[in-house]
């Protein structure tokens, strides 16, 4: 397909599993080719015990392949992810081509590490609000800041993902997908 938007999601030992499968599930449904790429290309427990299988590993991808990058929270998924020289090289490289970032819950965080939110309006999970440092904080649910969206937590989960479709099909899109799964918005 031409138009086929691809979306990398980050899978990283102890991410959070609602954000993880929430985003690949609605993106998929929206039409987007999404690619999970483990920072370990092996078997990756998230923080609830349950097991997911990334398409491939972090070496396996490059930053001019895509369309978003999306990063869960969870931890110690998010510790992981900001330990990660790899994964903040590929934020900003996406970051100065332009290109959507989205980080949710606790993520926002590795998005600090590699120096793209400040001066941003931002939301996080509340436990790292006060770790957020020189952002314009904001308690909705979610923000978007030109290239950035960001979301609160697993409850925001579904909202995050149809602004992410939004974003890269549109409007009419959103609602093409939530006449399936009928989420509150």
Known sequence: MQNMKKVLVVLAPGFEEIETITSVDILRRAGARVTLAGIENSLMEGSRGINIMPDCGFDEIDSNSFDLIVLPGGQPGTTNLQNDSRVKKIVCEMDDAGKTIAAICAAPLVL??????KGRRVTSHPSVREKLKDVKYSEKRVEVDGNVITSQSPGTAMEFS??????????????VVNKGVLAKR
Do not use: D, K, Y
Request: charged share 20%; no cysteine; net charge negative.
């Open 112 to 117: 600090q590490s590699a120096g793209i939110i």
């Open 162 to 175: 149809l602004q992410l479709i939004e974003v890269l099909f549109g409007q009419e899109r959103v609602e």
